[in-house]
């Protein structure tokens, strides 16, 4: 199996309305996303030869979701829930892109 990894940052607000600490306040984070493309083999013509995906193509769709939904966004608003946790916004991130990245992993991770 094939593995490439891409990841962006950007840096956004939220409140995790039901947490009962201190992170029920707002505050914000400097978040890095990283999206895993897998497969079990190599492309064996075209542009993409020997490759599993081009990074400038994972790159680009990566940065154009950042950009349009997540910097400098307050999360409870730009992803319409109340606790965007981490792995909500994983989850969130995985299902806008699964079906315009071929390979997309589910095991995506935010941090």
């Known amino acids: 199996m094939y593995a490439l990894e891409k990841s962006v940052t950007f840096e956004a607000s939220h ?3 039901h947490h009962d600490g201190k992170c029920s306040r707002l505050h914000g984070h400097s978040y890095m996303l990283t999206l ?3 497969s079990p083999r190599l492309a064996s013509s075209g ?3 020997n490759m599993v995906t081009d990074f400038g193509t994972l790159s680009a769709a990566a ?3 950042v950009a349009a939904d997540l910097d400098h966004r307050h999360l409870n608003d730009s992803l319409g829930t109340d606790s965007p946790t981490a792995e909500y916004i994983a989850g969130w991130v995985y299902g806008r892109l ?3 990245i071929p ?3 589910e095991h995506h ?3």
């Open 47 to 49: 542009p993409t030869v």
């Open 36 to 38: 895993v493309v897998e």
């Open 98 to 100: 699964v079906g315009t």
């Open 109 to 111: 991770r935010i941090v």
């Open 15 to 17: 409140t995790l309305t």
């Open 63 to 65: 940065r154009a979701l």
């Open 103 to 105: 390979g997309l992993a």
